[in-house]
Nanobody
Framework: QVQLVESGGGLVQPGGSLRLSCAASGFTFSNYVMSWYRQAPGKERELVAAITNPGGSTNYVDSVKGRFTISRDNAKNTVYLQMKSLKPEDTAVYYC?????????WGKGTLVTVSS
């Protein structure tokens, strides 16, 4: 059974940093593209970053380029999102996603709040 468990969210001041983790199980992690999405209050869920494998090619939404870095550790079946220079508009629930067998699987999310 595919499972994705996000962690690492919390309250951080503007300009601060956080690292999110998404632990995956139930599928061959190294074979799949992994993505981070976020959903802010009252807004639609949006793609933040994605990472392929092999090769580790990445892409980011324009609003986080230069501030967020997605990475993966295939030995630990985990994908990360390093976030720095956080802004109040980064406040959202962050989710990881993987498409397996034609089905999109999501974690339950982790809340990131950027506020002074």
């Amino acid at each position: 059974q595919v499972q994705l468990v996000e962690s690492g969210g919390g309250l951080v001041q503007p300009g601060g940093s956080l690292r999110l983790s998404c632990a995956a199980s139930g599928f061959t992690f190294s074979n799949y593209v992994m993505s981070w999405y976020r959903q802010a209050p009252g807004k639609e869920r949006e793609l933040v970053a994605a990472i392929t494998n092999p090769g580790g090619s990445t892409n980011y939404v324009d609003s986080v380029k230069g501030r967020f870095t997605i990475s993966r550790d295939n030995a630990k079946n985990t994908v990360y999102l390093q976030m720095k220079s956080l802004k109040p508009e980064d406040t959202a629930v962050y989710y990881c996603k993987v498409p397996v067998g034609g089905i999109y699987y999501w974690g339950k999310g982790t809340l990131v709040t950027v506020s002074s």
